[in-house]
């Protein structure tokens, strides 16, 4: 890439291009099959021509093969005749021995030297001839053909020439003879400009000459995508980007990965947001723009005001040409690539829309505003003849009036353009166009008084809009400033009406104990009577909150009472939205039945009204009931038609992570982990607010726990716990902690689960939810049986009984919760308390098989393979502590084990297939992903010792005792003491604490 800059640094690894890659490849196959190949490589600057090319040489050359590079240069035609041949021959100096270089060069090397010197010597008496003057062209193309069939001979040869667009003739004939006459095993790799290829340059004829001869294929590289261009900004960060900066990144350099290196450059590695155009890359961007006539540089500067496309008849309109030769401009400009003519639009846009930025960059401060108040004027007009008009148009006549500035023109046109958009669910755009009008408010005096929304107006839908697309923060300040102006006690309704309002953003945006506030002032100030939608909206939303703080039976009553004053008041909206908290709450407390009707009820009514906040909120509602009464396969439809309807009405910002956070959880509840996680990681691309966040970051924490990516796991759980406690909610930080908890077990730090656990049942007191209760004391009761365990082996009876005292009250805690008053027992609570009974039983002795078996039938009946297989692997643990027979407990074992490894749920896996070595139970093997790979040495294997030996001297440095060795794998007493001698004498040590020694020492514990 031509005019790089200094800082500007490249991914590591090639991103995408994985089919182009393969396209490439295959011809380097034929060529090693001796046939000769050529592909003609075309792109945009920028867009990775040179960059595939790399990999591909680099792939050759790690196999030994021969590749040879070359480009032409930037010069002019006829001044470096054969620059690329040149070039390629001097990489064949260092790249063959002297010896066979000769036997290569032939006959050909005095006459190569010419254009080579340095293949010299030149015969005695040849004249040094320096330019190509000297030689016939048609004898050094034969020689050269010979040279690289000579080449060939010794194996597939690739030969590169790039950036063909700058070929100077010689170097355009040369290649051509050379593709219609190669014979042998050459791959010829041509790469050119599309977007320097204006329609008389001299590269078209070959192009066409190459196609007719049908022996090039052509490979056009495009641009990147969003995925491929975060993966572009992470490689060179070395950690993924904020979504905003790729966003914003993607949307100027529209996926053109040298642009976006700059960009990235630009910002110095900070992320300081979108500034202007580094200068390099702008001097670039213009030079093409700066190889057109005056004119038409004038006319591209016009163009470049309207924005990134532009209406032929605006810009006939602004331009004031006369039309034919504004025709020929614009050819002049769409030949030159700079401008694109569309079909359906009836305009042009910029091919990139760098280069629109860098042109309107480029013009002076006093040439902008009366362009756009030019298109500004041109654009009313067109709207006034056709009488209506798009909410884009609305938009950009805003913009307009707005750079022009004419404040009160704008400030009118933004009102207008924020109800189209929100009209058309637009939601972000609303917001802005509304904060533009408040912002122009004051400035504007005359045209705010004619205003068809008043500011408070303004300011409650700016906020509402802002909202819905996720910026709950921004929806909080708007809202705050539409009460700081309302008086309490003039206007009780209006300011309970914003307090509700208040409340919901701050829940949005994390602060629910601010939120309960604002609600419970609502409710206060507005009067009971005369009955009033006002007064009810304010109690469904208290209700609603109390639901969100798990104090369900509290909220189940708030909300009946709202659905009574709003069918007192008339307020069909507010019922709507009082079911659906009503619904919520009660499928909380196990009434599935009842909670999903209500939930319907309020889904029916605002798909009546049309309400997309509420509609959302109870597909979305119904998703988490499902969820909760473990029913996952109906949780993730409910929540993927919530996103289907986010997607709809522009509120993916604020729906879309909850709706994905909660599908993702059922999935994994499912076994269905890589669905999950491909869904999380598009959420994390809305770049979600700190709450939003936190919804997200369960699922992925869960997914970690159980694949094993502990470390992972732990950050994601903990960055939850570490937001303040009076945002979270019991349903966000009680799985936070009861899978923290887990995390702690598997980890090996039970004494950390069990400290986990203490303080997340501190937060439960007002929770009357038994599936979070019962979820978090399952996870104590995990850890106890792993602390009673360990009690054991030390032979501390004290640290037992308090292992069990302890599991002992965490059971009661979950039966209670199940058992309440008011609360039903759901599938997914019986299947958690069953697993807890079953956790129970081995933390006062071997565990009971029978509970086991039922614990893992009940995670069957509701489709969770991850928990079946758990308990399935503590199930043949159980059975043979209690002395079954191998064969019984081999068929769980080896169930868990498919389980486990379909999943790819490695900690568990580990365990499966630790107890069955122990228990010598034959499982399937790993399946091997071909070849023959030896497996590595395995740190012992040169002291002797047999696996089983290993694990028996794993035991002793544990500080086990034989007894407690036979009991851990199942054999006898007098099986484990023969063991431990043999292990003494083949480490050549005299007792246990030497053999203890020497494990660490060779780091045989692992
Ligand atoms: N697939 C890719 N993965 C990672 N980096 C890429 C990829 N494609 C291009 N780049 C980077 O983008 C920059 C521009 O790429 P490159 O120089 O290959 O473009 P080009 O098409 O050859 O441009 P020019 O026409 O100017 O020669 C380089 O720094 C390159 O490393
Ligand atoms: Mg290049």
């Known amino acids: ?208 000459e190459l196609d007719r001869s049908g022996r090039a294929e052509r490979l056009e590289l495009a641009r990147l995508g969003r995925r491929e261009l975060s993966e572009l900004l992470a490689g060179i960060l070395g950690e993924p980007a904020p979504a905003a900066m790729t966003l914003e990144i993607l949307a ?32 670039l961007l213009l030079a093409r723009v700066e190889a057109l006539p005056q004119p038409a540089q004038r006319l591209l500067q016009v163009a470049a005001v309207a924005g990134q496309r532009v209406h032929h008849d605006l810009l006939a309109e602004v331009a004031a040409q006369p039309s034919g030769d504004l025709v020929e401009l614009l050819r002049e400009a769409v030949a030159h690539h700079v401008l694109v003519a569309e079909d359906d639009s009836g305009g042009y846009a910029f091919r990139h829309a760098l280069v629109q930025e860098a042109i309107y960059d480029d013009l002076l401060p006093v040439q902008r505003p009366p362009l756009h108040a030019a298109y500004a004027r041109a654009l009313a007009a067109l709207i006034e003849e056709r009488g209506d008009a798009a909410a884009a148009e609305l938009g950009r006549l805003a913009y307009h009036w707005y750079t022009a500035h004419d404040l009160g023109r704008a400030l009118l046109a933004s009102v207008q353009a924020g109800q189209a958009a929100e009209a058309g669910f637009a939601q972000a755009e609303a917001a802005g166009h509304y904060e533009r009008a408040l912002e122009l408010w004051e400035q504007a005096p005359e045209a705010a008084a004619s205003s068809p929304l008043d500011r408070r107006a303004l300011l409650q839908r700016a906020a509402q809009a802002a909202d819905l697309a996720g910026a709950h923060t921004r929806a909080v300040a708007l809202i705050s400033q539409a009460l700081t102006e309302t008086d309490d006690d003039a206007e009780p309704l209006q300011a309970g009406v914003l307090l509700e309002r208040l409340a919901r953003y701050q829940w949005g945006a994390g602060d629910t104990a601010a939120a309960m506030a604002a609600v419970e002032r609502a409710v206060a ?60 709450s009660l499928g909380r407390r196990g009434h599935l039945e009842a909670g999903v009707a209500h939930l319907q009820q309020a889904r029916a009514i605002a798909a009546e009204l049309g309400d997309p906040d509420d509609l959302c909120r109870a597909c979305h509602n119904l998703g988490c009931t499902y969820l909760d009464n473990g029913r996952f396969q109906d949780a993730v439809d409910a929540e993927l038609e919530c996103l289907d309807l986010a997607r709809r009405f522009g509120a993916i910002g604020g729906y879309g992570p909850a709706a994905i956070a909660t599908a993702a959880e059922a999935l994994l509840w499912l076994g269905r982990w890589d669905q999950a996680e491909r869904l999380v990681s598009e959420a994390f691309d809305l770049d979600p607010e700190p709450k939003a966040m936190v919804t997200l970051l369960l699922p992925r924490g869960l997914h970690r726990l159980w694949r094993g990516h502990l470390e992972g796991a732990r ?9 303040s406690k009076t945002s979270l909610e019991p349903q966000d930080s009680v799985p936070a902690y009861a899978w923290l908890a887990a995390e702690a077990t598997w980890a090996g730090r039970p ?41 054991v082996a030390r032979r501390d009876e004290k640290a037992r009984g308090q292992a069990a005292r302890i599991a002992v009250s965490l059971l009661e805690r979950a039966r209670a919760a199940a058992g309440a008053d008011g609360v ?43 928990p079946a ?136 514990n692992g």
């Open 252 to 283: 100027r350099s529209q996926g053109n990965p040298f642009f976006a290196e700059e960009l990235l450059a630009a910002r110095g590695g900070g992320d300081g947001g979108s500034g202007e155009l580094p200068e390099a890359l702008r001097d």
């Open 824 to 866: 039903a027992v759901t599938g997914a609570v019986r299947a958690m308390l069953l697993t807890a009974e079953a956790e129970r039983t081995r933390v006062a002795g071997p565990g009971d098989p029978g509970r086991w078996a039922q614990a893992a039938g009940a995670w069957d009946n509701l489709g969770c393979p991850w």
């Open 525 to 584: 100030i507005i009067p009971a009577e005369p009955p009033s939608a006002e007064r009810a909206r304010a109690l469904a939303a208290h209700g609603q909150l109390l639901m969100l703080r798990s104090r369900n039976r509290a909220a189940q009553a708030r909300c009946e009472e709202a659905v009574a004053a709003a069918r007192r008041a008339g307020a069909r909206a507010v019922e709507g939205h009082a079911l659906n908290s009503l619904g919520s």
């Open 715 to 723: 950050k994601d759980l903990n960055w939850i716990l570490e937001r």
């Open 1 to 208: 890439m031509i005019g790089g800059v200094a800082l500007r640094v490249s991914s590591p690894v090639l991103v995408g291009r994985a089919a182009e890659a393969g396209q490439l490849w295959a011809a380097f196959e034929r060529a090693q099959a001796g046939s000769p190949a050529t592909v003609v490589v075309a792109g945009e600057a920028g867009v990775g021509k040179t960059r595939l090319v790399a990999e591909l040489i680099g792939r050759v050359r790690g196999q030994g093969a021969l590749a040879l590079a070359g480009g032409c240069l930037d010069v002019g035609e006829g001044v470096v005749a054969y620059a690329p041949l040149v070039e390629a021959l001097r990489s064949l100096i260092g790249a063959v021995d002297p010896a066979e270089l000769e036997r290569v060069l032939g006959g050909a090397r005095a006459e190569l030297a010419r254009l080579v010197p340095e293949l010299g010597p030149l015969e005695a008496g040849a004249e040094a001839a320096t330019g190509a003057g000297a030689l016939v062209p048609g004898r050094l193309f034969e020689l050269l053909l010979g040279v690289l069939h000579r080449l060939a001979g010794r194996g597939p040869l690739l030969l590169v020439v790039e950036d063909l667009h700058w070929a100077d003739q010689s170097t355009r004939d040369l290649l051509g003879f050379l593709v219609r006459n190669l014979r042998a095993g050459v791959v010829m790799l041509l790469t050119y400009r599309s977007d320097e290829l204006h329609r008389r340059h001299p590269l078209r004829p070959f192009l066409a």
């Open 869 to 1004: 297989a758990y308990a399935r692997w503590h199930l043949a643990e159980a059975l043979l502590e209690a002395g079954a027979p191998r064969e019984e407990a081999a068929a769980p074992l080896q169930q868990a084990q498919a389980t486990a490894r379909g999943l790819g749920a490695a900690p568990l896996l580990g365990e499966v297939e630790l107890l069955a070595r122990r228990a010598r139970i034959a499982l399937a093997p790993e399946p091997v992903a071909g070849g023959d790979a030896t497996k590595p040495a395995a740190p012992g294997d040169e002291l002797g010792l047999t696996p089983r030996e290993k694990e028996v001297l794993a035991l002793v440095a544990d500080g086990r005792t034989n007894r407690q060795i036979a009991d851990a794998l199942f054999i006898s007493d007098k099986t484990a003491s023969v063991h431990v001698s043999n292990i003494l004498a083949k480490l050549g040590v005299a007792n246990r604490a030497e053999a203890t020694a020497t494990v660490h020492r060779l780091g045989l």
């Open 751 to 791: 004494e950390d689960a069990r400290a986990t656990v203490a303080a997340g049942l501190a937060l439960l007191d007002e929770v009357d939810q038994a599936d979070l209760v019962a979820e978090l004391c399952l996870a104590g009761l995990a850890a106890e049986a792993a602390l009673a365990g360990r009690a």
